[in-house]
């Protein structure tokens, strides 16, 4: 089990500066559904499976940002920082009660990265909006991706 950190002011400030890019890149607004938002990332993944558009490291942070708010915005879960026992840190979104999250960056860099990995963002938040969740207690942390 991870243990979970607030975030630093500083990686508050980064998420914050990046909101804005990630949703002009997708075309679509900060306060529109989190279907059409979660599709606009898909389709960006898509396109770069097939060659049609190149995404480098910001774009992939871009993405991953946006997939966390809209958790944040429409769930309201928040934004941590993930301490493992080996040492590795990740930033993620968790519900209220710590016990589910995902890290949207990592989700997103792992779907870019291998054209085997299935694209199913929304099937993913579909799941989470809908209350099917594993069984976990609060603090758990158990990351669903």
């Known amino acids: 089990m991870p243990q979970v950190n607030p975030l630093s002011s500083d990686v508050v400030g980064e998420i914050s500066a990046v909101i ?3 949703y002009q890149r997708l075309e679509v607004t900060r306060g529109a559904e989190p279907a059409e938002v979660i599709s606009a990332v898909e389709a960006v993944l898509l396109q770069h ?7 480098d490291r910001s774009d ?13 915005q429409s ?6 920082e993930l301490g493992y026992p080996d040492g590795a840190t990740a ?5 209220p009660t710590h016990a ?4 949207p960056m990592n989700w997103v860099y792992d779907i870019a990265g291998s054209s085997n990995r299935e694209i199913a963002l929304l099937l993913g938040y579909n799941l989470v909006a809908a209350g099917s969740l594993p069984p976990a207690e609060p603090g758990d942390a158990i990351m669903l991706h």
């Open 20 to 22: 804005p890019s990630g």
């Open 49 to 55: 499976r097939r060659g049609q558009d190149e995404l």
């Open 60 to 72: 992939l942070i871009a993405l991953g940002v946006v997939l966390g708010d809209v958790y944040v």
């Open 75 to 80: 769930l309201g879960w928040e934004w941590v």
């Open 91 to 95: 930033f993620a979104v968790l519900d």
């Open 100 to 103: 589910v999250g995902n890290q």
